[in-house]
């Protein structure tokens, strides 16, 4: 299926909804970040850079740059996942140790659907713009392979 907006993925939503999971976790959990630093902080703005990474690649028209950011994305997830390891294993986190699980459990999910539309992606000819309404830039991408291949002149009009 293809989506023309990025509002319209579910991994996009899915990285919504982790982001609102985590803001809710760290406000419940204020008093419990006392003396681990800047950790409170660090998986707010992680998990905020999934959904982020998610929306500007599929905004920037090409696969090779839509794959750059949802590796990007999926390394903020990594992140948000190596933080839930250390909550899960600091003493003040006990009593959120099923919250905690959760949001690894996310972040693993937005993980592998990511690995996935990856995979898709690298699957596809390279320069292909994969968002319905873009006719024109994958025109336009198509001509450039076929100028690359050929060394000539295109005739963008008979192409389809």
């Known amino acids: 299926?293809?989506?023309?907006?990025?509002?319209?993925?579910?991994?996009?939503?899915?990285a919504i909804d982790f982001s609102v999971n985590v803001f809710e976790?760290?406000?419940q959990s204020r008093g419990l970040f006392g003396d681990l630093?800047?950790?409170k902080s660090q998986i707010e703005r992680a998990s905020?850079?999934?959904?982020?990474?998610?929306?500007?690649g599929f905004e920037r028209g090409s696969n090779a740059e839509l794959i750059r950011f949802l590796y990007i994305a999926r390394g903020s997830?990594?992140?948000?996942?190596?933080?839930?390891?250390?909550?899960?294993?600091?003493p003040n986190f006990r009593s959120k140790k099923h919250q905690v699980q959760t949001l690894r459990s996310s972040a693993e999910s937005i993980s592998r659907q990511l690995v996935g539309w990856?995979?898709?992606?690298q699957n596809t000819s390279h320069g292909?713009?994969?968002?319905?309404?873009?006719?024109?830039?994958?025109?336009?991408?198509?001509?450039?392979r076929q100028i690359l291949m050929s060394g000539g002149p295109v005739d963008f009009d008979?192409?389809?």
Request: aromatic letters at 8%; proline letters at 1%; glycine letters at 8%.
């Open 48 to 56: 905020v850079s999934i959904s982020r990474n998610i929306a500007e």
């Open 77 to 90: 997830c990594g992140e948000c996942r190596s933080l839930t390891h250390i909550f899960g294993n600091v």
């Open 37 to 39: 630093g800047d950790l």
């Open 1 to 14: 299926m293809q989506y023309e907006r990025f509002e319209d993925l579910p991994v996009w939503k899915d």
């Open 158 to 160: 008979k192409m389809e």
């Open 128 to 144: 292909e713009v994969t968002k319905i309404g873009k006719d024109k830039e994958a025109v336009a991408a198509n001509g450039f």
């Open 25 to 27: 976790f760290t406000s």
């Open 118 to 121: 990856i995979e898709s992606l």
